[in-house]
């Protein structure tokens, strides 16, 4: 065939045609869409755009019915962007440089460096003022929480996500293994390596095989967990004298390396620790294998034990066994999951609009929804409690809304389903009381030093990658000796230091 | 005929002429053959705006290397701090061990990968039977097509020192399980088998189609003339493949600052960190999780001067020494 022009044109002038005409099309039914919403008025539904976080594939649809109820009670209309928690900080931070933030946005890290720039450029509102017309904001988060979030400049520039402070990530172990082996509840670590050994060389399980292990952890969340056990301090900082000195430097902190090490050598610990992933982590758990983990008391009939009972029937809820404290120590929550926050590209009056949803959905009738679902969808009443159906709820995504809102308001804890779920909830009542009482506060969290900020994250991972070689001896520890000694005498190191201590003292201590 | 004065234009005899050329009468002869050949042009539009919309106007980012970006500010109100960013990299003791990690990564690539698709269609090449041929060709294409987590999954699954198939086997045939995947000296080892093991067979698909091209007349003429298959192979096959192998080599040389980020992030775990960490992972911990955005600009750039730089060199060698490079 013999190509001609005219053929050539032809060919051309189409495919301009069709992508033209696909773009017209496009383009012109998002406009007949959001003019059948303006139609109701913008005054009447406030349309706002959100971007949170979701463990859940696929996330809750645009026209999810837990949704559709919470916008009606709200009076709102809501586009939610839900982003994969395993990627959430690195889209955030492409957000946060694209300026372009969506209406809500939450924020993980709030004193972060990306974030703490754009509120040095003032492109995020600061809420604080309008605090006082909202009082469900007040009651719905926890005070420690609104006034950790506090930016250094003492003001608010996102509502916190509120959590429960006693609810963090401790030692959990299997009572059923401590039992079968008379073992008491570890209260300190020398009583916790002796568990741990029995779980390792006697043989629990039963199955006659030197198939079981101690303590299932990732390798951060362990050597994290066990060095504020050491030292008794949560997180990075302790009050020494009138000032702050940086623990993982303590040398309380070099004994749990030791430990941990000793842990590793004697096989308490997964062999290939280093290498492990968030779920191979539980799976050692769920299949049987590992007789304790480092988790949240709620994650028990969530993640572990449906997989566990399939294998052990005789397993139960209360099986899952949350230590109260270690050396006396056990951390304490701050209250906070990350905040949500306001960019100023929105105008005051749509601020307004914003913080009002916020507020009517911390009112607990609104805040049921994701809780407890639809009446006659998700829940049915007897003798006057909610009996909710837990299949229909996950297929729903009615949990994944609390990424958005949580109210810590205890009433809308569903009640238990059955007497073991029943039994796990005063047990972990039970143990949230004597934690709340014994429980350390991070003080560390929102002090603002800038050269900690530049310092820190290099450093941090530098701590991570030495530690980890000790654990599994590829280090001596003298190894961590030199970090410590060289990085003590490290300028930048010293002013860091300094300038949290006077963030600290500025921040009035407590 | 108009196609014919193209060609010769392009001749390389007629190049010389071309380049001395000046460039008003570039872009009289330009405006001319357009005037000629309208729906070439015409057809050729959609292409080129493609390539000045994504990927020459995305290039001033680039400048935000020489300020201090900030997002708020925009690339117009952030202030600009000359090279400064670059001398914070080159000052810092991370440099070399990063410098040190890449490129010997890609030196053991370029010495055990690069020639190993040569030798497989080498030996392809002499396989009689069509369908088996056919058949081990699928086979060795199949792993180009597994992504790097499924990779990295089943290396850990293989390798693991304690739930791994390989130590299990060794345990049981009564050997000590080895260390592989947080062993600092083997890191380098596993990732070029890892390379080799995926994409030595993709890798043959352009040699192969440089001898479907050889003429037969050539093999005839060297068996009459008494050569085996061995002096056939060194006297025709790998000559008609020399050009390709130069080519290719050229533009490997140009990646010497890349390695594939996704792979070594996947292998990456903190008793390896010393000799994991590369220019590409450090990009993605300063500038996405860190936010120093203009900081790993800088780096990026770097990256690309320098392969840039090699890749003109390379060429250049390859020109003088009669291969023909790429330009």
């Known amino acids: ?510 | 005929m108009d196609q014919a004065e193209t060609m010769t234009d392009n001749h390389p005899a007629y190049r010389s002429k071309g380049e001395s050329m000046s460039k008003r009468t570039y872009i009289h002869r330009l405006v001319r053959d357009i005037g000629r050949n309208p729906y070439l042009y015409l057809l050729a539009m959609p292409g080129i705006l493609f390539f000045i919309v994504f990927k020459y106007i995305p290039m001033w980012g680039t400048l935000m290397a020489f300020q201090d970006y900030s997002p708020f500010a925009g690339m117009e109100g952030s202030h600009w701090v000359g090279l400064e960013h670059f001398r914070t990299f080159f000052a810092t003791p991370d440099f070399g061990m990063l410098l040190r990690n890449t490129l010997a990564i890609n030196v053991l690539n370029l010495v055990f990968f690069f020639p190993l698709p040569i030798a497989l269609a080498l030996l392809l090449n002499e396989v009689r039977s069509g369908a088996y041929k056919r058949l081990v060709q699928s086979v060795l294409y199949l792993p180009h097509f597994l992504s790097w987590v499924i990779l990295a999954g089943l290396t850990f699954t293989l390798f693991a020192k304690g739930e791994g198939l390989v130590n299990h086997l060794l345990e049981a045939a009564g050997y000590d399980r080895i260390d592989i995947l947080t062993n600092p000296h083997s890191f380098w080892i596993v990732i070029t088998l890892q390379s080799m093991w995926k994409d030595a067979g993709w890798g043959t698909i352009v040699f192969l189609a440089a001898m479907a091209g050889v003429d037969p007349q050539l093999y005839e003429a060297a068996k009459m003339d008494g050569a085996g298959r061995f002096r056939q192979m060194w006297h025709v096959t790998l000559p008609a493949l020399r050009s390709v192998i130069v080519v290719l080599l050229i533009l490997r040389l140009g990646d010497l600052m890349d390695v594939g980020f996704e792979q070594v992030f996947l292998m990456y775990n903190g008793a390896v960190s010393n000799v994991a960490e590369v220019f590409d992972t450090y990009v993605y911990r300063i500038g996405i999780q860190r936010g120093e955005f203009s900081y790993s600009t800088a780096i990026g750039l770097f990256k690309s001067v320098v392969g840039l730089v090699l890749v003109l060199l390379s060429n250049k060698l390859a020109n003088k020494w009669g291969n023909g490079g790429i330009f």
């Open chain 1, 1 to 510: 065939m013999r190509v001609t022009p005219r053929l050539f044109f032809q060919i051309f002038i189409c495919t301009v045609l069709v992508s033209l005409s696909a773009c017209g099309r496009s383009a012109g039914s998002s406009r007949e869409e959001s003019g059948g919403q303006n139609s109701k008025g913008p005054s009447e539904r406030a349309e706002i755009s959100i971007m949170t976080i979701t463990p859940s594939t696929p996330p809750a649809s645009d026209d999810n019915v837990i949704k559709r109820e919470i916008e009606k009670l709200t009076d709102s209309k809501l586009d939610i962007q839900w982003i994969s928690n395993n990627v959430y900080d690195d889209k955030l931070n492409i957000t946060l440089v694209s300026g372009e933030l969506p209406d809500l946005t939450y924020i993980s890290d709030p004193f972060g460096p990306s974030f703490r720039n754009l509120v040095k450029q003032g492109a995020i509102w600061d809420i604080t003022p309008y605090l006082k017309d909202y009082p469900n904001l007040q009651n719905g988060v926890p005070e420690v929480a609104w006034e950790l979030t506090k930016m250094e400049d003492g003001k608010n520039y996102g509502i916190p996500r509120g959590r429960d402070a006693n609810d963090v990530s401790f030692l959990i172990l299997r009572k059923d293994w401590l039992d079968k082996l008379g073992l008491q509840p570890p209260k300190t670590t020398k009583e916790l390596y002796v568990a741990l050994k029995a779980f390792t060389g006697k043989d629990p399980d039963g199955n006659g095989k030197a198939d079981t292990f101690g303590l299932s952890a990732g390798i951060d969340t362990l050597t994290g967990t066990f060095r504020e056990i050491f030292t008794g301090v949560t997180g990075s900082w302790k009050e020494e004298g009138d000032g702050l000195t940086y623990a993982p430097f303590l040398p309380e902190a070099r004994e749990s390396l030791a430990y941990l090490a000793k842990l590793y050598s004697e096989k308490l610990l997964p062999e290939d620790l280093l290498t492990l992933k968030t779920t191979q982590v539980r799976d050692y758990y769920i299949g049987n294998r590992a007789g304790g983990v480092i988790d949240k008391t709620g994650t028990g009939p969530k993640v572990y034990s449906p997989g566990l009972k399939k294998l052990v029937p005789s397993y139960k809820e209360a099986d899952f066994y949350p230590l109260t404290a270690l050396n006396g120590f056990v951390p304490k929550g701050t209250g906070f999951n990350g905040i949500l926050a306001i960019p100023k590209t929105v105008p005051e009056d749509k601020l307004k609009q914003i913080l009002k949803l916020v507020d009517t959905w911390l009112i607990p009738d609104v805040s049921a929804v994701q809780r407890f679902g639809i009446e006659g969808v998700h829940y049915r009443v007897e003798n006057g409690v909610k009996i909710v159906d837990p299949d229909k709820l996950l297929k729903d995504n009615a949990s994944d809304f609390n990424q958005i809102v949580n109210s810590i308001d205890p009433a809308l804890n569903p009640p238990p389903a059955n007497p073991e779920l029943k039994e796990l909830e005063e047990l972990r009542s039970q143990v949230d009381a004597q934690r709340s009482k014994e429980n350390v506060p991070d003080i560390g969290v929102g002090l603002y030093s800038p050269a900690a900020e530049k310092l820190l994250p290099d450093l941090e991972k530098r701590i991570s990658d030495l530690t980890a070689k000790i654990v599994i001896g590829q280090e001596p520890l003298s190894a961590w000796d030199d970090l410590v000694a060289k990085t003590k005498s490290d300028p930048q190191f010293i002013q860091s230091t300094e300038e949290m201590s006077d963030a600290y003292r500025k921040r009035g201590g407590h």
